[in-house]
């Protein structure tokens, strides 16, 4: 049987990480690989459930009550849907994992690092991504996007400033070891390419 992948790609809204989770999907089936496109807060019954009470703009959502809402739907989802597709054989592509905690959670809300760490490890029994790609978002294109922003969301409708935060997070986070920092300032074709290469040399050491 195939050996399973898990890969996650994170960054701030807007950075392209949904279009690339679909070119990437289609990619992997056209090589014969089963794939799961799965998102945070989200991916199973509860945790749908649960990213409705986040993003309902009448929610009113102190920041630790945030985290633990994050972090227990990220258990269910780790539990019941990435960890048996990976079990299977399969690819999963997370749109968001951990790291968002970290960057929204943690560089947002300004809660201690350390404690999101110790959550987060928690709420994936210590699973890790064999690739995790950030979008590093330069200031100009992160501009450029506002005006997509919907604002219907609780979490579109934080302040500038907030998402600004989030924004040099991401930055930061896409220097880390073990990151795939990707330019989300390039066009979708040459993002993608990058993907691809990198996925491309995990595929031929999981054979
Ligand atoms: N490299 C790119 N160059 C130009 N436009 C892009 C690029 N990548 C994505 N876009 C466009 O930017 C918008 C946001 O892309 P996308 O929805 O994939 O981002 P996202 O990171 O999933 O956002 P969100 O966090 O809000 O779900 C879309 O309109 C998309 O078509
Ligand atoms: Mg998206």
Redesign the pocket.
């Known amino acids: 049987m195939k050996k399973g992948l898990f890969i996650v790609l994170e960054?701030?809204?807007?950075?392209?990480?949904?279009?690339?989770?679909g070119l990437l999907k289609t990619w992997l089936e056209s090589l014969g690989r089963e794939v799961v496109v799965t998102r945070e807060p989200g991916g199973t019954y509860l945790s749908e459930k649960i990213r409705e009470i986040l993003l309902d703009p009448k929610s009113e959502i102190e920041p630790m009550t945030e985290l633990f809402l994050y972090e227990t739907s990220r258990i269910k989802h780790t539990l019941e849907k990435i960890m048996p597709a990976l079990k299977a054989g399969k690819v999963v592509i997370s749109?968001?994992y951990t790291l968002s905690t970290v960057a929204y959670q943690g560089y947002g809300r300004g809660l201690d690092l350390k404690t999101v760490d110790t959550l987060n490890r928690i709420a994936t029994l210590d699973l890790k991504p064999d690739l995790l790609v950030v979008?590093d978002m330069p200031d100009r294109?992160f501009a450029d996007?506002e005006h997509?922003r919907a604002g219907r969301d609780r979490m579109e409708r934080q302040s500038d400033a907030f998402r600004r935060r989030v924004n040099r997070a991401y930055k930061l986070l896409a220097k880390k070891p073990g990151v795939t920092r990707v330019d989300?300032?390039?066009?979708?074709e040459?993002?993608q390419a990058d993907i691809r290469s990198r996925a491309a040399r995990l595929l031929k050491r999981a054979r």
């Open positions: 960054g701030p809204d807007r950075s392209g990480k949904s279009t690339q989770a749109d968001r979008f294109i996007r997509l989300a300032g390039r066009t979708i040459e993002i």
